[in-house]
C-alpha cells in the first residue's frame, strides 16, 4: 500500500508544509495579539462601558439585597401636597414635623431637603433641627472653568443646629442611570462629604446614643481612617430597593404615627411626590422605575451601615483577568476541532459571567466579563474564517485535481461559461463536478445492479439490508416477504427450504450437504464465519413457488480490505433443472421405448433366421409391422410434444366445434372397432370460436379421445359437450356483452365410462412417461406422452385442463379456452 499523502494530515502544518507552519504559527500570534487589543480597548480603553453598564444592571436585577430595619422614611408624598397645601411649605410645618419626631427620640434624622434662603420661621425651625441629631444637605454646583466648586449651605441657624452637613450629588452615567456615589467631593479649597457618610461615621463612633441595635460593620471597617480622594463605590441596588419602612408626612405631623416606630431608628424625610421631579434612573428602574432620591439615600445610608459597598475593580485587573479565557481559546485553537473551539468559546463565556457574578454576590467586587467575552466571540471567527481560508485552499487544490483526473464514465459535454465567477463560486462548481461525478457513479452502480436478472441482496455488517435491486424486489414481493430493505437477511431468505450444496466433485461433498442440512437455516447468517467457505461455494435452495435457485455469499470489502457487509445472489436454476429433466426423458425415450421394438424386430429376424422352416410371411410382415409402428408413434409424441413445447403457435379463428367433429371423425374407427358410440353435443350454434393453432389443437382433442377409447370397455358411450358460461339469454351473458371488456371462455368436456383414476395419481396426469392402468390392462399401449401434449397445447393457448375421475365410475376432461371476440 503506498505511502499516505500528507494532504490527508489533520495537522495544517503537516498538510501545507515546514514554510506554511512558520505562517500558520505568525497567523496564530497575529490572531493573539488582535485579541490582546481588544481586551485593552474594553478595560483600560472603556469602549465596552455601555455594555458593562448593562450586565452589572442584570446582574443586579438578579439578586435582592436585604433592607435595615433600622431605616425608616417619611415620604413628603402625593397625599401630603393634597392635606397640607402647594409645595414649598412653611418652615414652621417642617419645625413641627420635627418636633413631633423627636419627641419618639429617633437616632437621628437626615432632612433631605434644602433649606438655602433666609425665612423669618427659621429660629424655630433651628430649634427643632437642635432637638435631635438632624442632619441637612448641601449642594455642590458643578465644576466650573477654574475647577472650583460651589457649596449652597443651609441658612446659618440651620447649619450650625444641625448634626452634620453633606452633598446630595448623585453621578450619572453617560446612560443617565445612577450606579455610584462619591463618599467625599468638593475642589481644593472644600471637601463636602456625602450626606450619609456622617451618619455612618456617627453610628461607628457610637456618637448616636439611641442607637443601639446591632451593627453589621467590620472591625477593620470601623476603624478604617478617613479614606483619600473621592471614595466613590457602587450602590448595590436590587428589586427590593423600595421596601424600606415608610410613613406619610401628613400622617406623622398630626401625630397619626406610634412612637415605637420611629424610636432608636434613622428617620429620612424627602420628596416623593411625583409633581417634583425629585427621580432618578437606577439599574434596577427596569423593574421599579425611576427612584425619588430619598430611596436612593436610604440605599446608600444601608450600604454603609452593612458595609455592602461594591468596589470596581482597576482596569488594570480586568485586563489582567481577562487575558485569562483568550489564553485558553489560543491554546484550544491548537488542539481542538472547529466543533470543540466553538464548544470551548461558549464555556469560555459563560465561565466569565460566572465568575463575575461571583466576585459581585460574593466579594462585592464589580469586574466586568465583557472584556473577556468580546476578546474571544472578536478572535473566534477571525481564527476560523483563517482555517476556513486553508481549508478552501487545500479543497480547491484536491478539487482541481479530481477534476484533472479522466473519468471512468462518459460525460455529457461541459458547455461553455462566459464568466467564472468569484473564487467561492469556483470552488462551488468544482465541488458540485465532484458531487456529480460521484452521482453519475453512484447511479452507474444501482443501474448495474437493477439491470441484474437475478435477486441481488446488499447488507452490512449485522446482516441488515441495505440495497435490494428491482429483481429481488420483485421476487420478494411474489413470496409474500414485504421490501427487503431494513430487515435481518436471514429474515428476508427464512421462506427458502434447503435442497443440497453445490457439487464440486470433492470427496467430501457428502460431508458438507449432511453439514448443511445439520445447521439449517444459520447458513443464512453471514456473520457466521463457519459457514463462509460453504457459502462462499453456494447452496441450491427452494422457494415457496416450487423454484430452484442457487443462492452465494460474496464479501464487500473496503479500500483496506476491511470487512463492510455481504452480497447475496440469487440464481433461478429451475429452466436448467427442467431441461436436465427433457434430457433425461430424451435418453431414456431413445435408450428404452424406441430401442425396445426396433429390438424387438431385430430379435425376430434372428429368430426367423435360425429356424428350420419359415414362418408364413404375413404373419412376419404383421409383427415387424407392429414393432415399427409402435417405434414410429413413439418418436411420433415425441416430436410433437417438442413442438408444442417450443415452437411459435401459428394461431387463427378456428371453430371449436368443428375442431372437435374432426377430431372425432380420427379416432371414429378405433371406437367403431370396440362399438363405442361418439356422442357430440354442442350448447347453441354459434360454434364456438377460438383463436388456436388448428393442428396442435385437433391433436390435443384426438389424444383425449384415444385415450377415452382405449381406457373405456366396449359397448360403452363417450361424449362429447361443447358450452360457453351462461346461455344466450342468461343474465350471464347479457352482462358479458354490455361490458364487452369481459374475458368469456368456451368449454370442451369429453366424458367416457371408464374404468376411471384414482384421485392419488390424478396428481401425475399431465407429466411425461406416465401410464395408468399398465396392470390391469397391459394390452393398451403408450409412451405416456399424450396427456402432457394436451397440458402443454391447452395453457400455451391462454386456456387450463380439469379432470374429475373416480376408479369404475368414468373419466371427464373439461378444456377452457379463451373466446374468439371479434368486435
Not at 452634620?164 to 445612577?178: A, K, M, P, R
Not at 352482462?735 to 371408464?754: P, Y
Request: glycine share 8%.
Amino acid at each position: 500500500m503506498p505511502t499516505p499523502s500528507p494532504r490527508l494530515s489533520l495537522d495544517p502544518r503537516a498538510r501545507l508544509g515546514r514554510r506554511a507552519g512558520r505562517r500558520f504559527l505568525v497567523e496564530w500570534l497575529g490572531i493573539g495579539c488582535l485579541g490582546l487589543v481588544v481586551i485593552l480597548l474594553g478595560s483600560p480603553g472603556r469602549l465596552t462601558a455601555s455594555v458593562d453598564h448593562l450586565v452589572y444592571d442584570g446582574f443586579l436585577s438578579l439578586r435582592a439585597q436585604p433592607v435595615s430595619s433600622d431605616i425608616v422614611l417619611v415620604e413628603i408624598d402625593n397625599a401630603s401636597i393634597a392635606q397640607l397645601g402647594r409645595w414649598p411649605w412653611p418652615r414652621s410645618v417642617h419645625a413641627r414635623l420635627l418636633e413631633q419626631i423627636a419627641r419618639a427620640k429617633p437616632a437621628a434624622v437626615i432632612y433631605d431637603v434644602l433649606f438655602t434662603e433666609a425665612n423669618p420661621d427659621d429660629p424655630q425651625l433651628a430649634r427643632a433641627v437642635a432637638s435631635c441629631p438632624t442632619y441637612l444637605p448641601v449642594l455642590l454646583s458643578p465644576l466650573d472653568s477654574a475647577g472650583r466648586r460651589a457649596a449652597v449651605e443651609p441658612v446659618a441657624p440651620l447649619a450650625h443646629a444641625a448634626a452634620g452637613l453633606g452633598h446630595i450629588n448623585f453621578e450619572v452615567d453617560s446612560d443617565g442611570i445612577v450606579r455610584s456615589v462619591a463618599q467625599f467631593e468638593g475642589d481644593a479649597n472644600s471637601r463636602w462629604p456625602q450626606l450619609m457618610v456622617p451618619v455612618a461615621r456617627a453610628v461607628e463612633r457610637g456618637a448616636l446614643q439611641q442607637y443601639e441595635r446591632p451593627r453589621k460593620l467590620s472591625p477593620d471597617h470601623a476603624a478604617a481612617p478617613e479614606p483619600q480622594g473621592e471614595a466613590r463605590f457602587l450602590i448595590p441596588f436590587g428589586p427590593n430597593a423600595q421596601n424600606y419602612a415608610k410613613l406619610s408626612f401628613a400622617s406623622v405631623l398630626a401625630g397619626d404615627v406610634p412612637a415605637e416606630q420611629l424610636r432608636g431608628r434613622i428617620v429620612l424625610i424627602g420628596v416623593t411626590a411625583s409633581g417634583l421631579y425629585d427621580r432618578f434612573a437606577t439599574p434596577v428602574s427596569g423593574v421599579l422605575g425611576p427612584l425619588p432620591g430619598v430611596y436612593i439615600h436610604a440605599n446608600v445610608l444601608d450600604t454603609l451601615l452593612t458595609g455592602r459597598a461594591i468596589e470596581p475593580a482597576e482596569p488594570w485587573l480586568v485586563f489582567a483577568v481577562s487575558l485569562v479565557p483568550l489564553a485558553a481559546l489560543l491554546a484550544g485553537f491548537l488542539v481542538l476541532s472547529p466543533r470543540r473551539s466553538l464548544m470551548l468559546t461558549g464555556a469560555l463565556c459563560v465561565l466569565a459571567a460566572a465568575g463575575s457574578a461571583a466576585l459581585l454576590y460574593g466579594v462585592r467586587l464589580w469586574m466586568s466579563p465583557v472584556p473577556a467575552i468580546v476578546g474571544v466571540i472578536v478572535v473566534y471567527p477571525i481564527w476560523n474564517w483563517r482555517r476556513l481560508e486553508m481549508t478552501m485552499a487545500y479543497l480547491r487544490e484536491e478539487l482541481q485535481r479530481l477534476a484533472d483526473e479522466p473519468h471512468l464514465l462518459p460525460e455529457t459535454p461541459q458547455r461553455r461559461r462566459e464568466f467564472g465567477g468569484d473564487v467561492l463560486e469556483q470552488h462551488m462548481a468544482l465541488m458540485a463536478r465532484a458531487a456529480q461525478r460521484v452521482q453519475d457513479m453512484k447511479r452507474f452502480v444501482w443501474d448495474s445492479l437493477d439491470s441484474m436478472p437475478e435477486p441481488i441482496l446488499v447488507s452490512d455488517v449485522d446482516g441488515i439490508v441495505l440495497i435490494a435491486n428491482h429483481a429481488a424486489k420483485a421476487h420478494f414481493a411474489r413470496l409474500g416477504v414485504g421490501t427487503p430493505e431494513g430487515q435481518p437477511m436471514w429474515t428476508v431468505l427464512d421462506g427458502l427450504t434447503l435442497v443440497k450444496t453445490i457439487d464440486s466433485g470433492a470427496a467430501s461433498d457428502a460431508e458438507n450437504n449432511q453439514f448443511a442440512h445439520a445447521h439449517w437455516p444459520a447458513l443464512l447468517h453471514p456473520a457466521r464465519g463457519e459457514f463462509a467457505a460453504l457459502m462462499a461455494q453456494g447452496i441450491e435452495v427452494r422457494d415457496a413457488n416450487e423454484r430452484d435457485h442457487l443462492l452465494r455469499y460474496a464479501n464487500c470489502t473496503n479500500e483496506q480490505g476491511e470487512t463492510t457487509g455481504w452480497i447475496a445472489g440469487l440464481v433461478d436454476v429451475s429452466a436448467l433443472h427442467a431441461a436436465e429433466r427433457q434430457r433425461e426423458d430424451a435418453l431414456r425415450l431413445l435408450s428404452h421405448d424406441m430401442r425396445s421394438p426396433q429390438a424387438s424386430i431385430l430379435a425376430l429376424v434372428e429368430m426367423e433366421r435360425a429356424r428350420g422352416e419359415a414362418a408364413p410371411a404375413h404373419e412376419l410382415l404383421e409383427r415387424i409391422e407392429r414393432y415399427a409402428q409402435r417405434a414410429l408413434t413413439l418418436a411420433d409424441d415425441f416430436v410433437q410434444l417438442a413442438r408444442a413445447e417450443s415452437q411459435t403457435y401459428v394461431l387463427e379463428p378456428v371453430s371449436l366445434t368443428e375442431l372437435m367433429i374432426d377430431a372425432s371423425d380420427e379416432v371414429w374407427p378405433q371406437a367403431h372397432a370396440k362399438r363405442i358410440t361418439l356422442q357430440t353435443d354442442t350448447d347453441g350454434d354459434d360454434g364456438h370460436w377460438i383463436c388456436a393453432d388448428r393442428s396442435l389443437m385437433t391433436r390435443a382433442l384426438v389424444n383425449i379421445l384415444n385415450n377415452a377409447v382405449k381406457y373405456s370397455p366396449p359397448a360403452t358411450r363417450i361424449t362429447c359437450s361443447l358450452g360457453s358460461p351462461g346461455s344466450p339469454g342468461s343474465l350471464d351473458n347479457l352482462a358479458a356483452k354490455a361490458a364487452r371488456g369481459a374475458a368469456r371462455r368456451v368449454s370442451c368436456t369429453i366424458r367416457d365410462e371408464g374404468y376411471g383414476i384414482p384421485e392419488e395419481q390424478q396428481v401425475g396426469l399431465f407429466e411425461r412417461f406416465q401410464r395408468f392402468h399398465q396392470t390391469e390392462r397391459p394390452e393398451v399401449g403408450g409412451a405416456g406422452l399424450g396427456m402432457a401434449f394436451v397440458k402443454t397445447v391447452v395453457t400455451r393457448h391462454g386456456g387450463d385442463v380439469e379432470v374429475v375421475s373416480a376408479p369404475g365410475k368414468g373419466t371427464a376432461f373439461t378444456i377452457w379456452l379463451p373466446a374468439f371476440d371479434d368486435t
